[in-house]
């Protein structure tokens, strides 16, 4: 993904949940749904214009964002708040399928691809087995944060299911993450590990999607 591309997906990802919540907590659904149009729309023109990595990654991009963008218009025009609880529920379901895809037989997980290509090429069989179950681990997150999103769409105030699925679900993610970095270093020190920066900048250069895919 080119740079100004990675630019414009973070800056997207990091605008939506602050506005979609700031426009929900005032009551202002109409404008929540405008801002899920436009940053769909946006998402949209970046996969057309090749921002977003491989055409496998592209396609998986436009159809995500184009029912988004499709159920928000739809949201205007009736006035209603449905397509709101949409992008948690499909970008968890679509991260479950990426993750869980790469657990079928004969497949490399995922997080031991990630291993390969952020940290070191050569895995022994003991790192394997841990990689192995860290995909476990991601993808029986996206499961339960889809899950989440869906039960707090039903039973809980509209202002309850934002602050869950346009804050707190990034803080799990963000646990997970760095919580799993140190927890490996300190359960490997035997092995040379990168600085926490360079493997976060070592797993933005990884275009997942398209990792997630079989060769």
């Known amino acids: ?7 414009v ?15 929900l907590v005032f009551d202002q659904v109409s404008i929540a749904s405008i801002v899920l149009l436009l940053i769909s729309a946006s998402c949209i023109v970046a996969s057309l214009a090749g921002a977003m990595g491989s055409w496998r990654s592209r396609s998986g991009f436009l159809l995500l964002f184009g029912t988004i963008a499709a159920f928000s218009l739809l949201n205007l025009i ?3 708040r449905y397509a709101l609880y949409l992008p948690p529920i499909l970008i ?10 790469t657990l079928l037989p004969g497949r490399e997980p995922l997080i031991t691809k990630f291993h390969r290509l952020t940290i070191n090429h050569n895995i022994d069989s003991t790192v394997t087995v841990y990689t192995r179950r860290l995909t476990w681990i991601w993808a029986c997150l996206f499961a339960a944060m889809a899950l989440e999103s869906v039960v707090l769409a039903v039973v809980a105030p509209l202002a309850v299911w934002s ?3 346009n804050f707190l679900n990034y803080v799990f993610v963000a646990t997970l993450l ?20 360079q493997f976060l900048r070592n797993l933005a ?4 999607m398209h990792s997630s895919h079989p060769k």
């Open 1 to 7: 993904m080119p740079a100004w591309g990675k630019i």
């Open 9 to 23: 997906t973070g800056v997207l990802l990091l605008a939506y949940p602050l506005a979609v919540h700031l426009a």
């Open 78 to 80: 009736a006035h209603t």
């Open 92 to 101: 968890n379901l679509a991260m479950l399928a990426i993750f869980a895809n």
């Open 163 to 165: 602050l869950f699925t």
């Open 178 to 197: 760095v919580g799993e970095y140190f927890y490996r270093i300190v359960r490997y020190r035997d092995q040379s590990h990168p600085s926490l920066s």
């Open 205 to 208: 250069r990884v275009d997942w």
